[in-house]
């Protein structure tokens, strides 16, 4: 029989500096949902990725002195170690540099172009850079960006621009014939009376001012701007127009999910490029809410952003996902702090979830030696009906939330389940059942009935905490038995067999002492802001290169004969590189480490065939060696002696 499918994705992210938690957010949601439909049987794509063209990105990589692509490709490796450490199962990872995405989108640019929706105009009006979003003057508020407050910049270029204003009330009717369309409610109100109602604007679809972009087709002038470019990327990823049995088997998605400052773009502007394509619109458009600190919304500009990895290195994965779906209900903004999520994974990880496991398995070894007991037949108590009736509502109840998208009530009901067995312990008092040997049979049932409950909870808890239940199977003694672990075996009560080796082992999750790991946190992220520490950079020991790979950099002695600030910006430096033959400018991002003056004489090593770039505009051939040390502070490489410029190092 054919599989039901379901395509889930998360936005693509930009890499113009590492994620922190609010990313990690949406990646969790979006993997518990997958893993979800999975251990239904459903055949799943999950998709994310890294949205990596724009001015936002070629202003970061410019400020970190390096070419957009080298910079993106940094980041986007510690992005996929964080996900690899954040145990995220997507399908695929689509990076918008990649050929797949580019030759796609020029090709939507183009029928687009040709069958008169994209037309060429002239835009006047403001542009807030780290939205990537164009704005009238009628909504831009007092010079600012209306979402997100920052300065908007004044942009007056020629271009190419969407017909939005053709689409607009056929939005409209979709919207209103498809209540589950965009969810949360709140957010396609917002849309319907603060977009569309007021009218569409024909939307500018191209920049000219800087290059980081993907060529319009044909006119090599323009960049196709960068959310006609991003938002493709959930059809791109599927081999639109390249892979026909791909795309027809996932499209259209089940769900997008995102924040919900983001909706505008996918609530809109991407079903109107889809009916311009011809295409299904997506099931639905869910816009969740923000995980914000005391101070306001997390975010980098703020520099109030909680960095996964410090977490991580300290706590289970299994545990920080926890936290993110079951503190915060879905659809609302939610504080984060440390104190709430130590508090979580000791209360209902450590004392509910850990003690249970922990309890059953102490008494299975002082009263049976390990050996799971048979229940007694057909005596059932009023406590076991009230366990066993609870445990067999748990599918269908979690199954509806979870189509609702309400994590943390599923996980609050999947905890019901948790506290209901710890009861049954209390009013069963096994260790009063073992002091008389005619309630030996009644001691089994209980301890059975436990084993059985646990087995419920463990299979249930896979979406959210892929690791735990692995660890639940390995002390119940099912580890290799893979037909208790599925889903179906949820309709029936009863399933381990008696006689099957049970184990204690380690507790799930010790208790914390929460004021120490306080301190602690505070103390590693401390250290972390002092050393600009990057915890996301990819994880292992470097590959080695050979010989031949080594010997085809050109690194020469180059030495500096002219330095000056580039203007506009704080980090770098022209520099004009003598190597004997020929001279050669570059660009480098040191000017917080060294005056113009300073340089003025050095000899130092040059990468000297790296691929020509332009930074700010301004020719870059080659690179300046240097080593950054501990606390951050660039040192150039010196050649020890006196060396003719242009001598090779090898
Ligand atoms: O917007 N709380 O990328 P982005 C909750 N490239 N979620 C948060 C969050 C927070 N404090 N901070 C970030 C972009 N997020 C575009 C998307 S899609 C075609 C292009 C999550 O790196 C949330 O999902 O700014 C939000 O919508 C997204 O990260 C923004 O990521």
């Not at 170690?81 to 954040?86: C, I, Q, T, V």
């Not at 969407?162 to 979709?174: G, P, Q, V």
């Not at 903004?333 to 398995?361: K, P, W, Y």
């Amino acid at each position: 029989m054919l599989k039901k499918t379901y395509y889930i994705t998360t936005p693509i992210y930009y890499p113009s500096d590492k994620l922190h938690v609010g990313h990690s957010y949406t990646t969790v949601a979006a993997d518990a949902m997958a893993r979800f439909k999975r251990l239904l049987g459903y055949d799943v794509w999950f998709l994310t990725g890294t949205d990596e063209h724009g001015l936002k990105i070629q202003r970061s990589a410019e400020n970190a002195g390096k070419t957009p692509q080298l910079f993106v490709d940094g980041i986007v490796a510690g992005i996929k170690n964080l996900w690899a450490a954040m145990d995220i199962s997507y399908d695929d990872f689509i990076r918008t540099t990649e050929p797949r995405h580019k030759q796609v989108v020029q090709g939507i640019f183009d029928r687009l172009y040709r069958q008169g929706d994209i037309y060429k105009g002239r835009y006047e009006g403001w542009y807030c850079t780290p939205c990537e979003s164009f704005w009238t003057a009628r909504q831009v508020d007092g010079g600012n960006c209306p979402d997100c407050g920052r300065p908007v910049e004044l942009v007056a270029e020629d271009g190419y621009f969407f017909r939005m204003s053709k689409y607009a009330d056929r939005l409209l009717e979709h919207i209103n014939n498809n209540p589950d369309f965009i969810q949360p409610p709140s957010r396609k109100n917002e849309m319907i009376n603060n977009f569309l109602r007021p009218g569409l604007e024909d939307l500018c679809v191209s920049r000219a001012t800087f290059d980081w972009g993907i060529q319009v087709p044909f006119d090599g002038k323009y960049v196709i701007y960068v959310w006609l470019d991003a938002l493709s990327n959930y059809i791109t990823a599927l081999g639109y127009t390249k892979d026909e049995t791909l795309f027809h088997k996932y499209w259209p998605a089940d769900v997008h999910l995102m924040a919900k400052e983001i909706v505008r773009f996918h609530a809109i502007y991407w079903p109107i490029f889809l009916m311009a394509l011809d295409l299904p619109l997506p099931k639905q458009i869910f816009g969740h809410g923000w995980l914000i600190m005391k101070e306001g919304k997390m975010s980098k500009s703020k520099g109030n952003v909680v960095d996964p990895m410090v977490l991580l290195e300290r706590y289970s994965s299994d545990s920080l996902r926890y936290y993110l779906l079951r503190e915060i209900s879905f659809g609302q903004d939610g504080v984060f702090s440390n104190e709430s999520m130590l508090q979580r994974i000791n209360t209902d990880l450590a004392n509910d979830l850990g003690n249970l496991l922990s309890r059953t398995m102490t008494m299975m070894e002082r009263f049976f030696d390990g050996i799971v007991p048979a229940p007694a037949d057909g005596k059932e108590e009023k406590s076991d009906q009230e366990l066993r009736r609870l445990a067999l509502e748990m599918p269908s109840r979690i199954e509806k939330l979870m189509d609702e998208l309400q994590f943390n009530s599923a996980l609050e009901t999947l905890w019901a389940l948790v506290r209901r067995s710890n009861k049954y312990i209390d009013e069963n008092a096994p260790w009063l059942l073992a002091k008389k040997e005619e309630k030996r049979e009644r001691l089994g049932t209980v301890l059975y009935n436990l084993c059985e409950a646990l087995r419920f909870i463990s299979i249930l808890l896979l979406p959210y905490m892929p690791r735990t239940p692995r660890r639940i199977w390995s002390q119940l003694g099912i580890e290799t038995m893979e037909d208790l672990h599925k889903w179906d075996s949820l309709q029936e009560w009863g399933l381990i067999k008696p006689g099957t080796k049970a184990q204690r082992k380690a507790d799930l999750f010790p208790r914390l002492d929460i004021k120490k790991e306080l301190a602690s946190l505070l103390e590693r992220k401390t250290e972390k802001e002092k050393t600009g520490e990057k915890t996301q950079a990819p994880a292992g020991k470097p590959k080695h290169v050979s010989i031949e790979e080594f010997a085809r950099l050109e690194v020469r002695v180059g030495e500096i004969v002219s330095a000056e600030p580039v203007p506009k910006t704080d980090k770098l430096l022209k520099l004009e590189v003598n190597l004997g033959q020929e001279k050669r400018q570059v660009v480098a991002g040191i000017a917080l480490h060294y005056t113009p003056q300073e340089l003025i004489g050095k000899k130092v090593l040059f990468l000297a065939n790296l691929k020509p770039a332009k930074i700010r505009g301004l020719l870059s051939e080659g690179m300046i060696l240097a080593a950054t040390d501990p606390a951050g502070k660039v040192v150039l490489t010196a050649v020890d002696g006196d060396v003719p410029a242009g001598s090779k190092i090898s």
